[in-house]
């Protein structure tokens, strides 16, 4: 990995943080809160949240077994990948590579943030090639995208190729795990310790059913995290968030009930939409969705909607020709979609 120093930009580098109001006193007892020009009625909601979310952090350190400080949270996981961009890349000169299909942030991202963005195609399986990826790089290339589970493919990505390309990309290496609570491979999380260059992508919005309250997590060495908390808005996880992810965690068994359910019924569902008449092959999965090609994906589609029932039309991203990207609900919400299939 190059210095950290030759990989931020220069002007975020030498960034002097916003400094709010309640950052100024540290390390003594206060009671009288006349700072920040909040008003003194309506508790809790007329105090501005803590900007570092140290509660919240605390409680995730223990369940994710990755201390506080190497950890930063957003609004999404969203928020985690536009903070990449704007920490890392120069406008107009550098560029980043990703994996092609995936995510389709990581694009609109660089987009927004007029940065090339460089897909390079999965072989076989959908499967990282490290060497055809590392030569898609070059010395203007800062960050490496990279989603295992994959979205919108569903399945996990080779570890020796991941840490292969963590292990000889100088800059920065993003591995998005929102999927993770669901795959049979264990998170990189514990690769963090000997990767200085590696930022992995959790969220609460899939296993752990959180998607309204917006909370993203991003883990990485403690330099790193401290760039993400430099450039972030300084109160950009609100207090209704914060309490609502800690009630979540406060139960993290709760999350395993639902992964279990989803699984079993996700080992039902795909052999089922396999049998189907307009089915040409399931793709294997190791998350709450899965990828199927079909005879005509757009007119089924079509068709299901006109039935109230939702799936992701895919039919026009690279290598995913005809499939429909189904997400697991409940038994009867599956029910219903095969019903419908089966009429069709
Ligand atoms: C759903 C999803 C996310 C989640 O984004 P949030 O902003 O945290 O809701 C992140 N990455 C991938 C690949 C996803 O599919």
Redesign the pocket.
């Known amino acids: 990995m190059k210095e950290l120093q030759q990989l931020v930009r220069p002007n975020i580098w030498s960034l002097a943080p916003y400094s709010s109001a309640r950052d100024e006193y540290s390390g003594h007892e206060a009671h009288v809160f006349l700072d920040a020009n909040e008003n003194p009625y309506n508790a809790p909601y007329n105090r501005y949240p803590d900007p570092l979310q140290r509660q919240l952090k605390q409680m995730l350190a223990k369940v994710k077994h990755v201390p506080d400080d190497m950890i930063f949270l957003g609004n ?4 985690a990948i536009d903070l990449t961009y704007r920490i890392f890349c120069q406008p107009a000169r550098d560029n980043v590579v990703a994996i092609e299909p ?2 389709g ?1 990581y694009r609109v991202c660089a987009d927004i943030n007029n940065v090339e963005y460089r897909p390079v195609l999965l072989g076989a399986d959908y499967q990282l090639q490290a060497s055809d990826l590392l030569a898609a790089c070059d010395e203007h290339t800062k960050i490496v995208w990279l ?1 295992s589970p994959n ?1 919108p493919t569903g399945n996990s990505l080779r570890r020796d190729q991941l840490l292969l390309v963590a292990d000889r990309f100088p800059g920065i290496v993003v591995v ?1 795990e ?2 993770i609570d669901f795959a049979q491979q264990p998170s990189l999380r514990q690769e963090l310790a000997t990767h200085p260059n590696l930022v992995i ?1 959790q ?4 296993a752990w059913g959180s ?1 309204a309250i ?3 997590m991003a883990f990485a060495h403690r330099d790193i995290i401290a760039l993400y908390n430099k450039v972030k808005y300084p109160y950009n996880v609100n207090l209704l968030t914060q309490q609502q992810a800690m009630q979540m965690l406060a139960d993290p068994f709760e999350v395993d009930k639902y992964v279990r359910l989803l699984l079993a019924e996700r080992q039902r569902l795909m052999p089922a939409i396999l049998q189907l008449p307009v089915c040409q092959q399931v793709y294997p999965s190791d998350a709450n969705f899965f990828l199927a090609r079909m005879t005509d994906a757009p007119t089924i589609y079509r068709y299901l909607v006109d039935r109230g029932i939702i799936v992701r039309n895919r039919s026009q991203v690279q290598q995913c020709h005809n499939c429909l990207r189904i997400t697991v609900g409940t038994r009867s919400e599956n029910n219903e979609l095969l019903a419908a299939l089966r009429q069709y």
């Open positions: 999404g996981s969203d928020e995936t995510y942030m989603c979205n998005d929102a999927y992508l969220t609460m919005s899939k998607a917006r909370l993203g």
